[in-house]
């Protein structure tokens, strides 16, 4: 296991720079460390790191969803308002829908499978998404009208609203009657973990003004409660979501006290470095490329259709809004990333018996590859042309 961490710290690490320098993103070069080194050619990570891939994963998930929060200025969303709002569930509304009109056609799947495989693709990934905007955020591109803000709240919740979707959507698909209740488990879901964040935030707030420790112990202690809240929403049966109440909690400590969310968000980022690497490299493991280079041009065409039809969406979020036209193209651009989730859920159907089980893993692998470098360097070579730069960037 030791051997297999090296090789994914040292190489993730040398390929994601390598990347960098030739002016593409350095997930990029991470994602391709984890093909190389995974199952699907030289085969040589250990199987225990493999099989406790999707918890480190979800680990790293945690690293940089807690210092969104702890950036995230509440002021700042209510400002956003509506467009913060639709983000969270419109684009992916809008995708599902494409993937409804053309996977039948191209694929000749059922209605009811294309809305399966329009579930699983249609989450944006908070891990390439997040650390670019709070990057912008950090240089002052865009924060003038709040764009980073917007789309980073937005991609947050975005998965809650999409797994709720794909539960409902395999259960169909498996002969179960799905009622009316089980639909509202979504705004449960996002109210019991927005509610749970708070009073935590609150009762972190109190406690770490009252009790004087190292910022590093604070970070272990918001860590070990992260932790538990995504752990609470794997065995709680009540809706909640886990990873919406981490960003709360951080997003609640910076409006009780900025300077300290400011410091313990620098402890975070010191944390991403290893984290983001971990998190790439493995996603990258999880691809397989046999069913990837089986898919053919049909796949292919689907993923891109499904995508125009989510940009649209974004764009209707942000109709009426002081955006410019270049501000609303850079949001439609930065919303295209997939990864985490499609990681996670993408086999899910193949291991419920699902006759769809195969192409929605082959589709879920694909979007990964097309679209997580797509996002990524399109939001890199856009974002300066774009947006605009406050005069004076946040610290």
Not at 128 to 155: C, F, N, R, S, W
Not at 167 to 175: E, I
Request: net charge positive; glycine share 8%; with cysteine.
């Amino acid at each position: 296991m030791l051997i297999s961490f090296a090789l994914i710290f040292l190489c993730g690490m040398l390929l994601g720079d390598l990347f960098k320098r030739m002016g593409l993103p350095s997930l990029l070069g991470m994602l391709m460390t984890g093909i190389v080194l995974g199952p699907s050619m030289l085969d040589v990570l250990d199987s225990t790191v493999l099989s406790i891939s999707a918890d480190l994963r979800q680990l790293a998930l945690i690293v940089i969803l807690a210092r969104a929060g702890l950036s995230l200025d509440i002021d700042d969303l209510k400002k956003a308002g509506r467009p913060a709002v639709l983000m969270c569930f419109v684009p992916a509304c809008f995708e599902i829908l494409g993937m409804a009109l053309l996977a039948p056609r191209l694929l000749h799947l059922s209605l009811l499978e294309a809305v399966v495989m329009g579930a699983v693709i249609a989450a944006v990934s908070p891990a390439v998404v997040v650390p670019k905007m709070l990057y912008l955020m950090e240089q002052g591109y865009g924060t003038d009208k709040h764009i980073p803000q917007i789309i980073m709240a937005g991609a947050s919740v975005d998965d809650v609203f999409v797994i709720v979707l794909f539960t409902a959507a395999t259960g169909l698909a498996q002969g179960r009657a799905v009622s009316p209740l089980s639909l509202l488990r979504i705004p449960a879901s996002i109210l019991t973990g927005i509610m749970t964040g708070i009073i935590l935030g609150v009762l972190c707030g109190l406690f770490f003004r009252r009790v004087h420790i190292r910022d590093s112990s604070k970070v272990v202690i918001l860590l070990s409660l992260a932790f538990l809240l995504v752990a609470a929403e794997q065995l709680n049966p009540l809706p909640f979501s886990g990873l919406l109440a981490v960003m709360t909690v951080g997003m609640t400590i910076q409006k009780q006290n900025a300077v300290l969310a400011d410091r313990l968000s620098d402890k975070y980022a010191k944390l991403w470095v290893a984290a983001e690497v971990i998190l790439f490299v493995l996603v990258g493991a999880a691809v397989d490329l046999r069913y990837a280079l089986g898919a053919g041009l049909p796949v292919v065409a689907v993923i891109l259709g499904a995508l125009a039809f989510r940009m649209l969406g974004v764009l209707v979020c942000m109709f009426r809004t002081n955006l410019s036209a270049k501000e609303k193209l850079f949001c439609m651009i930065a919303y295209i990333p997939k990864a985490t989730v499609q990681a996670a859920i993408g086999a899910l159907p193949l291991a419920m018996g699902l006759p769809c089980g195969q192409v929605v893993l082959t589709t879920a692998v694909l979007s990964i590859l097309i679209t997580a470098p797509l996002g990524a360097l399109g939001t890199d070579l856009t974002y300066k042309k774009l947006l605009r730069r406050q005069s004076s960037p946040i610290d």
